[in-house]
Nanobody
Framework: QVQLVESGGGLVQAGGSLRLSCAASGRTFSSYVMGWFRQAPGKERELVAA????????YYTDSVKGRFIISRDNAKNTGYLQMNSLKPEDTAVYYCTAALFAPGELPNEPVYWPYWGQGTQVTVSS
Protein backbone atom coordinates (compact mmCIF):
# COMPACT_ATOMS: atom_id res chain seq x y z
CA GLN A 1 0.00 0.00 0.00
CA VAL A 2 1.04 3.55 -0.73
CA GLN A 3 -0.53 6.60 0.87
CA LEU A 4 -0.28 9.91 -0.98
CA VAL A 5 -0.90 13.43 0.27
CA GLU A 6 -0.77 16.44 -2.05
CA SER A 7 -0.09 20.02 -1.12
CA GLY A 8 0.77 23.28 -2.83
CA GLY A 9 -2.36 24.15 -4.74
CA GLY A 10 -3.92 27.59 -4.67
CA LEU A 11 -4.95 30.64 -6.65
CA VAL A 12 -2.49 32.21 -9.07
CA GLN A 13 -2.69 34.70 -11.91
CA ALA A 14 -2.11 33.63 -15.48
CA GLY A 15 1.59 33.45 -16.21
CA GLY A 16 2.43 32.57 -12.63
CA SER A 17 3.87 29.41 -11.13
CA LEU A 18 2.97 26.85 -8.51
CA ARG A 19 4.72 23.76 -7.22
CA LEU A 20 2.67 20.81 -6.09
CA SER A 21 4.11 18.28 -3.70
CA CYS A 22 3.12 14.67 -3.15
CA ALA A 23 4.28 13.04 0.07
CA ALA A 24 4.27 9.26 -0.12
CA SER A 25 4.30 6.77 2.71
CA GLY A 26 4.25 3.04 2.73
CA ARG A 27 6.34 0.92 0.43
CA THR A 28 9.43 2.00 -1.43
CA PHE A 29 8.32 4.96 -3.47
CA SER A 30 11.10 4.58 -6.02
CA SER A 31 9.58 1.33 -7.22
CA TYR A 32 6.42 3.08 -8.37
CA VAL A 33 5.61 5.11 -11.39
CA MET A 34 4.37 8.48 -10.15
CA GLY A 35 1.73 10.40 -12.02
CA TRP A 36 -0.20 13.63 -11.82
CA PHE A 37 -3.76 13.74 -13.11
CA ARG A 38 -6.09 16.70 -13.20
CA GLN A 39 -9.82 17.07 -13.49
CA ALA A 40 -11.58 20.26 -14.46
CA PRO A 41 -15.33 20.74 -13.87
CA GLY A 42 -17.35 18.81 -16.41
CA LYS A 43 -14.29 17.13 -17.90
CA GLU A 44 -12.70 13.73 -17.61
CA ARG A 45 -9.69 13.16 -15.45
CA GLU A 46 -6.57 13.38 -17.60
CA LEU A 47 -2.97 12.29 -17.11
CA VAL A 48 -0.81 15.40 -17.08
CA ALA A 49 2.65 14.02 -16.30
CA ALA A 50 4.32 10.84 -15.14
CA UNK A 51 7.76 9.81 -13.97
CA UNK A 52 9.41 6.42 -13.89
CA UNK A 53 12.45 6.34 -11.63
CA UNK A 54 14.14 3.56 -13.58
CA UNK A 55 15.18 4.40 -16.25
CA UNK A 56 14.32 8.00 -15.36
CA UNK A 57 11.76 8.63 -18.06
CA UNK A 58 9.01 11.21 -18.05
CA TYR A 59 5.75 11.78 -19.87
CA TYR A 60 3.84 15.03 -20.40
CA THR A 61 0.57 15.61 -22.10
CA ASP A 62 0.96 17.98 -25.05
CA SER A 63 -0.79 20.92 -23.41
CA VAL A 64 1.79 21.19 -20.61
CA LYS A 65 5.02 20.34 -22.44
CA GLY A 66 7.61 23.03 -21.88
CA ARG A 67 5.67 24.49 -18.93
CA PHE A 68 5.39 21.70 -16.33
CA ILE A 69 8.20 19.66 -14.80
CA ILE A 70 7.69 16.45 -12.88
CA SER A 71 10.36 15.34 -10.44
CA ARG A 72 10.81 13.30 -7.32
CA ASP A 73 13.10 13.00 -4.33
CA ASN A 74 13.15 9.38 -3.27
CA ALA A 75 15.17 10.17 -0.16
CA LYS A 76 12.21 12.24 1.01
CA ASN A 77 9.57 9.97 -0.56
CA THR A 78 8.17 13.04 -2.23
CA GLY A 79 7.19 13.90 -5.76
CA TYR A 80 6.71 17.34 -7.31
CA LEU A 81 4.96 19.02 -10.18
CA GLN A 82 6.44 22.41 -11.01
CA MET A 83 3.91 24.36 -13.03
CA ASN A 84 5.10 27.45 -14.88
CA SER A 85 3.43 29.87 -17.28
CA LEU A 86 0.06 28.81 -15.94
CA LYS A 87 -3.04 29.39 -18.02
CA PRO A 88 -6.70 29.62 -17.01
CA GLU A 89 -7.27 26.29 -18.76
CA ASP A 90 -4.92 24.66 -16.24
CA THR A 91 -7.55 25.26 -13.56
CA ALA A 92 -8.49 21.87 -12.09
CA VAL A 93 -8.16 19.59 -9.13
CA TYR A 94 -4.75 17.94 -9.35
CA TYR A 95 -4.21 14.41 -8.07
CA CYS A 96 -1.01 12.59 -7.32
CA THR A 97 -1.06 8.91 -8.23
CA ALA A 98 1.22 5.90 -8.10
CA ALA A 99 1.28 2.47 -9.65
CA LEU A 100 3.52 -0.45 -10.48
CA PHE A 101 3.68 -0.82 -14.24
CA ALA A 102 5.73 -3.07 -16.46
CA PRO A 103 8.62 -1.43 -18.38
CA GLY A 104 7.26 0.65 -21.23
CA GLU A 105 3.72 0.53 -19.91
CA LEU A 106 2.03 3.82 -19.04
CA PRO A 107 -1.75 3.77 -19.23
CA ASN A 108 -3.47 7.16 -19.17
CA GLU A 109 -6.77 5.82 -17.90
CA PRO A 110 -7.31 6.54 -14.19
CA VAL A 111 -8.70 3.07 -13.55
CA TYR A 112 -5.23 1.55 -13.97
CA TRP A 113 -3.70 3.68 -11.23
CA PRO A 114 -4.54 2.16 -7.82
CA TYR A 115 -3.15 4.78 -5.43
CA TRP A 116 -4.46 8.34 -5.22
CA GLY A 117 -4.06 11.39 -3.09
CA GLN A 118 -7.02 13.49 -2.00
CA GLY A 119 -6.43 16.16 -4.64
CA THR A 120 -5.48 19.81 -4.47
CA GLN A 121 -7.26 22.69 -6.20
CA VAL A 122 -5.33 24.85 -8.66
CA THR A 123 -7.11 27.96 -9.89
CA VAL A 124 -5.57 30.22 -12.52
CA SER A 125 -7.21 33.61 -12.96
CA SER A 126 -7.05 35.54 -16.22
Amino acid sequence: QVQLVESGGGLVQAGGSLRLSCAASGRTFSSYVMGWFRQAPGKERELVAAHRWTPGTTYYTDSVKGRFIISRDNAKNTGYLQMNSLKPEDTAVYYCTAALFAPGELPNEPVYWPYWGQGTQVTVSS
